[in-house]
């Protein structure tokens, strides 16, 4: 399947996807068939039900990426490449690890606790494939 030139762009290809099937089925009330999920990331056990969206700790991480992005760019911090960025993401998280645990409510030390995590098991992936600079290869 071809995609055709449109105002928003030039000609692409569609990227051909397959439909992975485990052969496991289980079927609802309504009759409808779904795979199983055994086996599958449950993003949707993260979000504590009884915790409100703005005090949800992934609502909060969000807000303070937002707040970076305004300070240094979207997406700035997907530009480390090297272990000893990797190893500033790391010290930040544990510095505000200590923060947390000592009750500073300064900054939602919390938040960058998570941030700095996902920055820092990133960039460790990126070193790992030796693709930085480079975030096609990573699709």
Same mark, same amino acid.
């Given at each position: 399947m071809t995609a055709t030139a449109t105002a928003a762009g030039p000609e692409t290809a569609a990227r051909d996807y397959e439909t992975k099937d485990s052969g496991s089925r289980r079927v609802t009330a309504s009759?409808?068939?779904?795979?199983?999920?055994?086996?599958?990331?449950?993003?949707d056990l993260l979000v504590p039900l009884q915790v409100p969206y703005q005090d949800q700790l992934l609502t909060r991480t969000a807000a303070l990426v937002e707040r970076g992005a305004r300070k240094y760019d979207s997406r700035d911090w997907e530009q480390a490449?090297? %272990? $000893?960025?990797?190893e500033e993401f790391r010290a930040s998280a544990f510095r505000h690890f200590m923060q947390w645990m000592c &009750?500073?409510?300064?900054?939602?030390? %919390? $938040?960058?606790?998570?941030?700095?995590?996902l920055a820092a098991e990133s960039?460790?992936?990126?070193?790992?494939? &030796?693709?930085?600079g480079t975030p096609e290869a990573a699709r």
């Open positions: 009759g409808m068939q779904r795979e199983v999920k055994t086996g599958q990331p449950r993003f490449s090297t %272990a $000893a960025e990797m &009750g500073e409510d300064d900054e939602d030390h %919390a $938040a960058a606790v998570v941030f700095n995590l960039t460790r992936t990126v070193i790992a494939r &030796g693709d930085a």
